[in-house]
C-alpha cells in the first residue's frame, strides 16, 4: 500500500483558498487519491477522490500532476467551519479494497 | 443517502466485561465493512476488513479473539470487544462500501469506549 505524506497543520484566514498537498511516490497503477474531512469525535466525511488531472466537486478541488506521485487539495474560500483533520489516502484495490490512514491535517482556520 | 449508523454512541463499561457495537448500513447494501479504531489526536487505523458471511480479516498486531467481528447481513456488523480493559478505551468507527467502485465507502459516527 502508498504512503503518504502531508504537513502536520496548517493555519488559514477565513476566505482565503487552502491547498493542502501530500505526496504518495509509491502508488500503483490502479490506485485512486481520495481525500476525506474529519471533525472531532466524528467518523470520516469523503470529499473528492481522482486519478488523474483535475476533478472539481462544489465543496473541492483535486489536482494530481501525471506522474501522480502527489496531490493537492485545494478548498476555495475556507470559513471557520472548515476547520477539520483531512487525510489524503491513496485507495487501492490489491489483494481486496480497504482504505489505510496517514497522519492527516489539522486545518486551523482563523477569523 | 448513503448512510451509516453506528450505536451505541458512547459507552462506559467496566474492566473485564465485553462490549458490543453495531453498525448498520441504513439504504444501501454493503459487501464490506471495515472497523478502525481512533486514539485521541491520531489517525484511523484499520482493524479488519469483515465482507458478509465470511470471517473478518484482521490487520497485523490486531487481536482476533479479541476484537470479535460478525458480517452476519448486508446491512450489519457488530465488533465485540471481548473482556476490554482501560487501553481499549478509544473511539471506534466502521464504515460500509458496496465494494463496487473506488468511492464508495462510508463512515459511521463512530463509538467513544471507555473501560473503567
Known amino acids: 500500500l502508498a504512503k503518504t505524506t502531508q504537513p502536520i497543520s496548517m493555519d488559514s484566514y477565513e476566505g482565503q483558498e487552502v491547498n493542502i498537498t501530500c505526496s504518495h511516490n509509491n502508488i500503483a497503477t490502479n490506485d485512486y487519491i481520495t481525500w476525506y474531512q474529519q471533525f472531532p469525535s466524528q467518523g470520516p466525511r469523503f470529499i473528492i477522490q481522482?486519478?488523474?488531472t483535475k476533478v472539481t466537486n462544489e465543496v473541492a478541488s483535486l489536482f494530481i500532476p501525471a506522474d501522480r506521485k502527489s496531490s493537492t487539495l485545494s478548498l476555495p474560500r475556507v470559513s471557520l467551519s472548515d476547520t477539520a483533520v483531512y487525510y489524503c489516502?491513496?485507495?487501492?484495490?490489491?489483494?481486496?479494497?480497504?482504505?489505510?490512514f496517514g497522519a492527516g491535517t489539522r486545518l486551523f482556520v482563523k477569523a | 443517502g448513503a448512510v451509516v449508523s453506528q450505536h451505541p454512541s458512547r459507552v462506559i463499561c467496566k474492566s473485564g466485561t465485553s462490549v458490543k457495537i453495531e453498525c448498520r448500513s441504513l439504504?444501501?447494501?454493503?459487501?464490506?465493512m471495515f472497523w478502525y479504531r481512533q486514539f485521541p489526536k491520531q489517525s484511523l487505523m484499520l482493524m479488519a476488513t469483515?465482507?458478509?458471511?465470511?470471517?473478518?480479516?484482521?490487520e497485523q498486531g490486531v487481536e482476533k479473539d479479541k476484537f470479535l467481528i460478525n458480517h452476519a447481513s448486508l446491512t450489519l456488523s457488530t465488533l465485540t470487544v471481548t473482556s476490554a480493559h482501560p487501553e481499549d478505551s478509544s473511539f471506534y468507527i466502521c464504515?460500509?462500501?458496496?465494494?463496487?467502485?473506488?468511492?464508495?465507502?462510508?463512515f459511521g459516527p463512530g463509538t467513544r469506549l471507555t473501560v473503567l
Open positions: 439504504d444501501f447494501q454493503a459487501t464490506t
Open positions: 481522482g486519478y488523474k
Open positions: 489516502l491513496v485507495v487501492t484495490n490489491t489483494g481486496g479494497f480497504k482504505t489505510i
Open positions: 464504515s460500509a462500501s458496496m465494494g463496487l467502485s473506488y468511492n464508495e465507502q462510508f
Open positions: 469483515s465482507n458478509e458471511g465470511s470471517k473478518a480479516t484482521y
